[in-house]
């Protein structure tokens, strides 16, 4: 195979792992309802299939390092494509294949998540910003077309036809990843790796930037899970409102491109910090106030998408910025996507708590204001040494 072939499957290899990184589990939300009613099964029962994810990218990151030396990154992207693709077929079987597909899924894209950063880092260190922002753009454009797709394929034919469609999109992957596998590097020394995980566990800096990845991420999947409920509670119609959901994920595209590319070229990246996180929390703002208007909440959906597009983007950059090595990198992914969906978790479901118990969602969006100030002061801090070794 030549060179350009090469270059060619690894490029289109990212940009597919990015279409497949979420979603096979984003856009199920928009078909719960039809879920529920096949299963017979209570629609709230279903709020699970969003988190199981997380709770998998929690559970297993900081174990992919260990495997992906023994398999190499390609090999055990591979597998996990494998593992997406059944996972994602197993759902429309039955109510308890749903629920372990979902598993499936949670564990296949905790791998493509961690592993991403060192793939591009050992396979094309002079191009981290234009693959990260490849990456990212796939990532987010695919999100939105899922979610946006699925519900008029499920209405004219069934969910499970949606479903597969997306399966397929995961097998295309697979079948187009498998030229990578004929480059597979050799694993990085074990000494190498065994020093690396220790010490990002041990390292101030790694705790920073896990911190930043961790609450940022509370904040975007609450503005997931949530947003369309707090446009319709403002008085938006339910079609109103999923609209203003697309138009969240389709905003977060611009700065999902550029920001890594520019967290490249430039020294210090405090400046990227402050207008994300400034942008989210302006969006947060805007919503304490309950507006019954499309335009409003179209202004408010281009503020969150932009600002936690930017700071997923700039944090996945800097995941291959900061490790000194490969092994670091991965370890560093690894614990900060371990910590950081553990609290990811925890914020849609903190958020809809708070909204039951004080029947508005008042305390719940100030809470989230809160958490936005605290992930940039964490990423300002994460942001005063260019590597985690750096003296």
């Known amino acids: 195979m030549t060179n350009q072939k090469r270059a060619g499957f690894l490029v289109v290899g990212i940009f597919l792992l990015g279409a497949c990184m979420r979603a096979p589990f984003t856009s199920v939300p928009s078909i719960v309802n039809e879920i529920a009613a096949s299963f017979h099964v209570p629609t709230t029962s279903l ?45 429309i079987l039955s109510f308890g294949a749903l629920m372990a597909g979902t598993v499936l899924i949670g564990v296949a894209t905790t791998f493509i998540n961690v592993l991403m950063p060192a793939l591009i880092t050992e396979k094309r260190p002079q191009q981290i910003g234009p693959l990260t922002s490849l990456y990212n753009v796939s990532l987010t454009m695919f999100s939105a077309i899922g979610a946006y797709l699925i519900t008029p394929i499920a209405h004219r034919t069934s969910w499970q036809f949606g479903i597969l469609c997306l399966t397929f999109l995961v097998l295309l992957t ?23 995980s220790p010490k990002v566990w041990k390292n101030p800096r790694a705790w920073l930037l896990t911190l930043y990845f961790g609450l940022s991420s509370f904040v975007f999947y609450t503005t997931v899970a949530w947003l369309p409920s707090i446009a319709m509670t403002s008085g938006l119609s339910a079609t109103k409102a999923s609209l203003v959901a697309g138009l969240f994920q389709l905003f977060s595209m611009p700065t999902a491109f550029v920001v890594p590319m520019l967290a490249t070229k430039v020294k210090k990246r405090g400046g990227i910090v402050l207008v994300a996180g400034g942008l989210t929390i302006l969006g947060y703002l805007g919503l304490l106030l309950p507006l019954n208007s499309l335009a409003y909440y179209t202004l408010l959906a281009l503020f969150l998408g932009l600002g936690t597009a930017s700071t997923f983007a700039l944090i996945m950059t800097l995941f291959g910025l ?3 090595s490969q092994a670091e990198t991965r370890a560093l992914g690894g614990m900060a996507q371990s910590i950081g969906y553990l609290l990811a978790a925890v914020g849609p479901w903190l958020t809809g708590n708070l909204k039951a118990l004080t029947n508005n969602w008042q305390l719940a969006l100030w809470v989230n204001i809160l958490v936005g100030v605290a992930f940039v002061i964490f990423g300002l801090l994460s942001e005063r040494h260019d590597k985690l070794s750096e003296n």
């Open 47 to 91: 709020g699970i299939l969003t988190t199981i994810p997380l709770l998998c990218f929690a559970a297993i990151s900081s174990l992919v390092p260990a495997v992906s030396r023994k398999l190499g990154n390609e090999l055990a992207l591979a597998i996990a494509l494998a593992l997406l693709a059944a996972g994602s077929a197993l759902r």
């Open 174 to 196: 697979l079948v187009l990843w498998l030229p990578n596998l004929r480059d597979r590097q050799p694993v990085a020394a074990a000494e190498d790796a065994a020093e690396a």
């Open 322 to 324: 900061k490790g000194a």
